[in-house]
């Protein structure tokens, strides 16, 4: 007999190699019938695979995160099994699951595919779920799993089995399909009841641009038609808000080839909207303690070499300058840690001086591949609202707690109401990733952990997804309309203090060192403008629009009344434009409502008389007629509301 230990705490007494599956069939009919996997300790497991241990035990359903990336990555498989079925000869590289669905990366060979495939592929999917077959799985030796792939001449799988040992090969079989697969999978294909396919793209085998490019099939499975159809239009919604259509029509952004692929080019508007996103957090720093500096874009090889960037970023990052002196070579930022480092050595620091909070909007610099980049939120030229903290051990939880505030602060401001902290620890089974002595992880991990419990925040945590210095707190927030983001990081790192040697003479006059928190609220200035884009669909707050107010003379004889109205609400810091085109007033507003501008001024013949302004709102709401000054009191008040002052 083994224990297996309930959610809710409780134990059971079961016979050893009981399977999840039959635990489930113990509890109720109706669970048994939305089994996906199960959860054995901290490992997800097939439902039908026998257990031999005493464990902790959940049932995963679609309900649970882990029991959607279980479907999902069985959808990959049946989808990989109607594509052999279509398209004979076909070689397959990998099919994961992802946040939202999966993919697989096939070479299709002298077949050719694009997007009007997709429905004869959904089609066989939805055939071959139909017949119920049971995704089984085996351990097989490596020499019989590299026999089976050499006889189908599959490149891919023979390189992937190149890096497992012997022991751990799994196959899992459904149908006429078979694949080399970790696992876990749902019972069966019958769980399947919709599925689409969304997207097609290239890939290089392995991420290396050298490797030859493969096609991506992207898709997401259901196990109800209601849910995909909910799903798409979802989508439609997201096509909506997308930050690239949103940013070209209100003149916010631009790219250009002859720049470069990922080098986004603010244009005026989104500049103005970049430099108060800046201001608003500049000010939140200044009443937190921060020092503003400045460091340059590029850096001496050396520097990158010390911190330990180099090694890690070097091979997958712009290639090093190389200036007229012989031996001397410099690398475009790739982090503004290093340079804050150095800064820190300028002078002797007692611990008296201590925290010091250096802050910078840093551009750095990292290759991405091209098929990888996506707009404003994922470029090769980047501005970080970054800062470094150096703190004594004892300041660390208080620190971290104070950055944990600022956070809070600006999702408060920018509307960001439904979040995740993800706290993001190293994975203790692979010591080689990570950087730094045992002793020190443990510390800032149990800074990290004493911190969130202290603001009482929602927090899940993730193992083996540490930065390679130190572990991480990363804010993941829902927007609008239900994404999930990763916006605004906070690391805690006794590694890079130890690597460039910084110090501080302590109350016992010995040299000790300092403990780094690395932040950064808004992750970075693009990332950052394209989820608040989308999450707002480009109704901004109305402090941080581009355009407050739209003035809209009826005809040209108000001309001149229109550019006084413009002139007051200049002179107080309202923004605002005059629309004097030679069009009907009906086509002004639904100019402006397009243009996104919070208030409209329509001034006819009444308002000049009365030296008043009829105001309507974004969205069709008439507010009614008043004096200017009102106005722009009602104007100031929203504005107070919007944005409080950071304590």
Not at 30 to 44: K, Y
Not at 302 to 328: M, R, W
Not at 612 to 634: D, L, P
Request: charged content about 30%.
């Amino acid at each position: 007999m083994i224990q297996i230990t309930l959610p809710d705490g409780a134990t059971r007494q079961v016979e050893k190699g009981t399977t999840g599956m039959d635990i489930a069939k113990s509890i109720s009919e109706g669970l048994t019938r939305n089994v996906l996997a199960c959860q054995i300790d901290d490992e997800v497991w097939d439902a039908n695979r026998p257990i031999e241990k005493d464990c902790e035990f959940k049932i995963l359903t679609w309900n649970d995160e882990l029991g959607k990336k279980t479907m999902w990555h069985s959808s990959a498989h049946l989808m990989a099994e109607a594509l052999e079925a279509l398209f004979p000869g076909i070689k397959l590289a990998i099919g994961p699951a992802i946040e939202n669905g999966f993919y697989y990366d096939v070479d299709f060979g002298e077949h050719s595919i694009s997007s009007d495939d997709f429905s004869k592929i959904e089609d066989k999917m939805v055939e071959l779920a139909r017949q119920k077959n049971e995704y089984v799985r085996e351990e097989i030796p490596k020499q019989d799993a590299v026999s089976y792939f050499q006889k189908k001449d599959d490149v891919y799988k023979l390189e992937l089995l190149e890096d497992l040992e012997d022991g751990n090969i799994t196959f899992y079989t459904q149908g006429n399909f078979t694949d080399l697969c970790r696992g876990p999978h749902i019972p069966n294909t019958s769980f399947i009841k919709s599925t689409k396919l969304l997207n097609i793209a290239g890939a290089y085998w392995r991420g290396d641009e050298n490797n030859k490019q493969l096609t991506r099939i992207y898709g997401i499975s259901f196990p109800k038609q209601k849910e995909l159809i909910a799903y798409l239009e979802l989508l439609e919604k997201a096509k909506q808000r997308d930050h690239r259509k949103l940013g070209k029509e209100m003149e916010l952004f631009s790219f250009s080839q002859k720049v470069g692929q990922g080098l986004p080019l603010w244009l005026p508007k989104g500049a103005a909207l970049r430099e108060r996103l800046e201001n608003f957090l500049k000010k939140a720093q200044k009443s937190a303690g921060y020092e503003q500096v400045i460091t340059p874009h590029i850096g001496s090889k050396e520097l990158y070499v010390c911190s330990g960037h180099y090694a890690k970023y070097g091979a997958d990052s712009f290639q090093p300058i190389n200036t007229p002196a012989e031996g001397e070579e410099f690398l475009l930022k790739p982090m503004n840690c290093p340079h804050h480092c150095e800064i820190y050595k300028t002078k002797p620091r007692s611990y008296k001086d201590l925290p010091i909070r250096f802050a910078e909007f840093g551009t750095v610099y990292r290759y991405e591949q091209s098929g990888e980049l996506h707009g404003l939120s994922r470029v090769r030229g980047f501005t970080q609202d970054d800062a470094h903290i150096f703190c004594t051990p004892e300041q660390v939880k208080d620190e971290f707690i104070k950055v944990i505030e600022l956070v809070l602060y600006i999702f408060k401001t920018l509307s960001f109401e439904q979040f995740t902290a993800q706290i993001s620890l190293r994975d203790v089974n692979h010591p080689e990733k990570y950087i730094g002595s045992t002793e020190n992880w443990e510390k800032a991990e149990k800074a990290i952990l004493e911190a969130t419990e202290q603001k009482g925040i929602d927090t899940v945590i993730e193992y083996g997804e540490a930065a390679f210095y130190g572990p991480k707190l990363d804010f993941m927030v829902r927007d609008a309309i239900g994404r999930k983001w990763q916006l605004g990081t906070i690391q805690v790192d006794y590694s890079l203090p130890e690597r460039f040697e910084l110090e501080y003479m302590g109350s016992n006059n010995q040299t000790h060192r300092p403990v780094m928190i690395h932040r950064a609220p808004f992750g970075s200035m693009e990332r950052f403008t394209s989820v608040l884009l989308e999450h707002c669909a480009g109704n901004f707050p109305l402090w941080l629009t581009p355009n407050q107010v739209m003035i809209l003379p009826i005809s040209e004889k108000y001309h001149e009344y229109a550019e006084n109205i413009l002139n007051l609400l200049n002179n107080s810091d309202i923004r605002a434009l005059v629309d004097k085109r030679a069009e009907k007033a009906g086509r002004k507003i639904r100019d402006a409502e397009m243009s996104k501008s919070p208030f409209m001024l329509i001034i006819g013949e009444k308002e000049k008389e009365n030296q008043t302004v009829s105001v309507r709102r974004h969205g069709g709401e008439n507010i009614g007629t008043m004096k200017i000054e009102q106005f722009v009191k009602i104007i100031n008040e929203e504005i107070d509301n919007l944005i409080s002052t950071f304590k």
